[in-house]
């Protein structure tokens, strides 16, 4: 895909600490609208490469997952209603 001012680029890698990190170019950063601390996802693709997604708080995925959690969780009794039931008054 081509977007106007913004081309195809070979990046160096580079040590960072521990690690090897990539720079992204300005030009991608202005055209996505990112910032410092922004997510982003990484995945590895079926033919060797890596392909980098700018990732986006989603209200309802964030709510699917909460309810698929509280699905999950066993149904016990209460914690408050156990420190009532012990407590000594």
């Excluded at 909460?66 to 016990?76: F, K, V």
């Amino acid at each position: 895909m081509y977007i106007k001012g913004v081309r195809a680029m070979i990046l160096k890698i580079l040590k960072w600490g521990s690690s090897l990190a990539l720079r992204i170019p300005a030009a991608y950063v202005r055209h996505l609208g990112l910032k410092e601390g922004d997510q982003v996802r990484a995945n590895l693709t079926v033919d060797g490469g890596i392909s980098i997604r700018v990732t986006r708080w989603d209200r309802n995925a964030f709510a699917q997952e909460l309810a698929s959690m509280r699905e999950a969780m066993p149904m016990t009794e209460s914690v408050i209603e156990e420190l009532r039931r012990t407590a000594r008054y």
